[in-house]
């Protein structure tokens, strides 16, 4: 008789590749959570898991992405030291070539930020290339990035092994138990119905790889995952490496799109073509199952001339084997480990391109999450609700298929990707782009950067400042003089109504929230640790009745997170595709609207700052907040998409009699870090509370309670380990980046968050958190930023308009004109 599996289990991890292992393992080992299962269509490691090329390597693209891979490190290396159950995991060092100074210094950038995070790592030139890997040319080179920690493990050894190490500890496996189906009982449970039976349970993770749609069509969910067909091949045993007496180091090669380790006596190449192909985008076979796709090398012909160039010894050599097999992508090539978006204790673990070098760190994050509601590290990189509803099968099969053949050419500041673009756009895109607009993307939305000057004007993609500073510049002055127009596209929107939400606010919100109708507050939402978690605009717009606003990217995340503690009574409706905020900055700003609106008084004396009206503007009404992210005297105009254009034309007209220019996001940003605002999920992250981040206004400990309030208290009776500072930064060349270290005579005391220039107060500016001790006015510090260490002093937080006299209209009163 076939086994029957338990009827119950607080937690079902579903899928016993590298991931659902992990997430198992780290539950078990780590929390003691023992009562969980593990379900496997077939044997453990027989989807990507087992033809994986799994390197292990600690390069990431920030912090958090380098905190999970060296742990994943660390935790390899102790269950390879199981003598009992040995399994293969080479160190051997790895190499990223650099062919162009972009290149250099993205890794400059890159090695100064993992250092910062304990990586030992180094830029090597090169010789010492060509010293450290034999059979490499180095014609061309310009350097490499050095890991000496790179390298390469058995991925069905690590898998089995933390999966021995669960069931040790009392966990359950069931292999060649397919999942057919998923239900919810009223109380909330899951029912994961499978082959060997129906398990209940309180939570269910998502660890299928390349199948994960079909469960997550089982929960009602399309995860933004596509798999693309990934070729490496093994060559005949090699001369030239039976003659040396170490292991060759790993290369990773942008130029020509490849990578390559020993594997025994040979070499491993794998190829990250550009003719690339999906994978499963009709469904794939209940058959196919360690599994591979047909052989096709001559789609890597392209590659092949560059890679036989730089690695000659190649072609006196033969083919032993080839393999091509799916591994799974995301829209931004990040994985998904976190909540599933809209379903509460329903959690994933899915789109790992680098699941095993990865998920080692996958399993720590997602197990905190589920069993804390935080992880150690801000883990917003990997969450799942960074993509809300634009990102369907198509848009992520665009943006996989891009990041496939850039998967060694890294992310640059200024650099705007071409696949799957307009996915979101407002009534006013074509007349923006008509004018010039450079366009980024905000959780799909296009939204302005800067207006190019002439039709030609291209941005270079790089960490210096580039050919848009003075173009910045030039917006900023205009609107400091007299009046600009800047649209805002996919800000966050909720409506919240009905008995008792005011209450429920009040209990969310650290600090105060508006008491009259008419008031806008800023306000903090901290989780149960006291750490920040949301940033929200309150407006309050009649009894029982709000607005809240918050960054575009935290669509979902504060959606999820509101309704988890919603009341029964109050209703909530998103509004980010319904409204766009066009916003009107400077001096002249008043001015203008009041020039379009004479049955509406827009003095400082009836609409002061920091408060909401309904105006008409011409003949279209729009919620007007006199709120300001600038620092100048602004207004938020919140239209309806449907007299968008119709509110633009008005301005537009109008504004020539007050000399309206237009801005964009790069001209914001650099006025907001003058004024000392931060940034969601660049300043503000939940691995700080607020007094740490300096938002000590924001906070009022003497209220009854909120959510984090006791946990906030205690932290600060041990007071503060770090604090955000601004740092002003000597150098004429380059901002400050996220993640490059912060030093105090040598030692590393901090990290930056956020930099840029300050076109109004002429400083370059820079956000960083730093031990307490040193965060004191005027103290000296180092900042690494590509590879060169600049002086920075900790000034002011507000440098423009300290005492916010611009916003409030106070000018006049303080100058007597």
């Not at 009982?185 to 082959?195: D, P, Q, R, S, W």
Request: charged share 20%; hydrophobic share 40%; net charge negative.
């Amino acid at each position: 008789m076939s086994e029957r599996v338990d009827s119950h289990a607080r937690v079902v991890v579903i899928g016993g590749g590298i991931a659902g292992a992990s997430v198992f393992y780290h539950l078990a080992i780590d929390h003691g959570w023992t009562d969980i299962v593990l379900v496997e269509r077939d044997e453990l490691t027989s989807g990507s898991t087992w033809h994986a090329a799994a390197q292990v390597t600690q390069f990431g693209a920030n912090q958090t992405a380098i905190a999970l891979k060296r742990h994943s490190i660390q935790l390899y290396k102790q269950l390879a030291d199981d003598v009992d159950f040995p399994f293969s995991y080479h160190i051997t060092g790895g190499m990223r070539l650099a062919n162009t100074a972009a290149q250099v210094d993205t890794y400059q950038h890159m090695v100064g930020m993992a250092n910062g995070m304990g990586a030992d790592m180094e830029f090597i030139d090169p010789a010492e290339v060509a010293r450290r890997h034999p059979l490499l040319n180095p014609d061309g080179l310009l350097g490499a990035w050095w890991d000496p920690l790179d390298g390469d493990i058995d991925p069905a050894g690590i898998t089995f092994a933390m999966v021995r190490k669960a069931r040790e500890a009392g966990a359950k496996v069931y292999r060649f138990n397919p999942v057919e189906n998923i239900t919810r009982k009223a109380n909330g449970e899951f029912i994961v119905h499978t082959l060997k039976g129906d398990i209940t349970c309180e939570k269910v993770v998502n660890a299928t790889g390349y199948r994960v749609n079909e469960v997550g069509n089982m929960l009602g969910v399309q995860h933004p995952v596509t798999s693309m067909e990934h070729m490496y091949f093994l060559t005949e045993p090699m001369v030239e490496l039976e003659a040396l007496d170490f292991r060759v180091p790993i290369i990773r090669d942008p130029r020509d799109d490849f990578y390559c380790r020993q594997e025994k006596k040979g070499l491993l190449v794998g190829v990250y073509e550009q003719g690339c192909k999906t994978f499963g985008m009709d469904g794939i076979s209940p058959d196919f199952t360690k599994a591979l796709c047909v052989d096709d090398l001559d789609r890597c012909l392209d590659n092949m001339e560059g890679i036989f160039e730089c690695l000659p010894a190649l072609k006196n050599v033969g083919i032993h084997t080839i393999i091509n097999g799916p591994i799974t992508y995301t829209i931004d090539g990040a994985p998904l480990i976190g909540p599933i978006p809209g379903i509460e204790n329903a959690y994933c673990a899915i789109g790992l391109r680098a699941g095993i070098g990865e998920s080692g760190g996958h399993g720590k994050i997602l197990a905190e999450i589920i069993v804390s509601g935080q992880s150690e590290w801000d883990s917003w990189y990997t969450d799942p609700r960074r993509f809300t509803e634009y990102a369907n099968t198509e848009h992520t099969c665009l943006k996989a298929i891009e990041d496939y053949q850039n998967e060694f050419h890294y992310h640059m500041p200024h650099e705007q990707r071409p696949a799957a673009r307009l996915a979101r756009t407002t009534p006013l895109y074509s007349v923006l782009d008509q004018v010039g607009a450079v366009w980024g993307t905000v959780n799909g939305w296009e939204r302005v950067l800067m207006f190019k000057p002439t039709a030609d004007f291209e941005e270079t993609a790089t960490y210096c400042f580039n050919e848009s500073h003075p173009i910045v510049a030039q917006e900023i002055a205009a609107l400091q003089k007299d009046v600009g127009v800047m649209e805002v596209s996919g800000f966050n929107r909720y409506e919240l109504k009905g008995e008792g939400v005011e209450e429920w606010l009040d209990h969310l919100a650290c600090g105060g929230i508006p008491e009259n109708v008419g008031q806008v507050r800023l306000c903090y939402l901290l989780n149960h640790n006291g750490h920040m978690l949301c940033e929200a605009t309150l407006a309050k717009l009649g009894d029982n009745h709000f607005w809240y606003g918050s960054a575009a990217a935290a669509e979902w995340h504060d959606r999820d997170y509101l309704s988890t503690s919603m009341p029964a009574t109050v209703s909530l409706k998103e509004m980010a595709n319904s409204h766009t905020i066009l916003v009107l900055a400077g001096p002249k700003s008043r001015d203008l609207l009041q020039s379009l609106s004479p049955r509406c008084d827009w003095s400082a004396q009836t609409f002061g700052w920091m408060q909401v009206r309904s105006m008409g503007i011409g003949h279209a009404q729009v919620q007007a907040m006199s709120v300001s992210f600038s620092g100048e005297l602004a207004y938020e105009l919140h239209v309806p998409n449907e007299q968008l254009y119709l509110v633009w034309q008005l301005l537009k007209s109008a504004g020539e009699a007050f000399n309206l220019s237009r801005f964009g996001l790069y001209a914001s940003e650099s006025m907001r870090l003058e004024k000392g605002y931060l940034h969601w999920k660049a300043d503000i992250i939940d691995e700080f509370n607020p007094m740490e981040a300096g938002l000590y206004r924001f906070v009022q400990l003497n209220k009854s309670d909120f959510v984090g309030k006791q946990a906030l208290i205690k932290a600060l009776t041990k007071g503060c380990s770090k604090k955000l500072v601004t740092l002003e930064v000597a150098c004429e060349t380059a901002p400050a980046h996220g993640g490059d270290p912060v030093f105090y005579q040598g030692k590393q005391v901090g990290v930056v968050t956020s930099g840029g220039y300050g076109h109004r107060v002429d400083k370059n500016l820079a956000y960083a958190y730093v031990e307490a001790e040193f965060a004191q006015a005027d103290q000296l510090f180092t900042v690494r930023i590509i590879g060169t260490y600049r002086d920075a002093q900790v000034i002011e937080r507000c440098l423009y308009d300290p005492e916010n006299l611009k916003p409030r209209n106070k000018e006049l009163e303080v100058t007597g004109g």
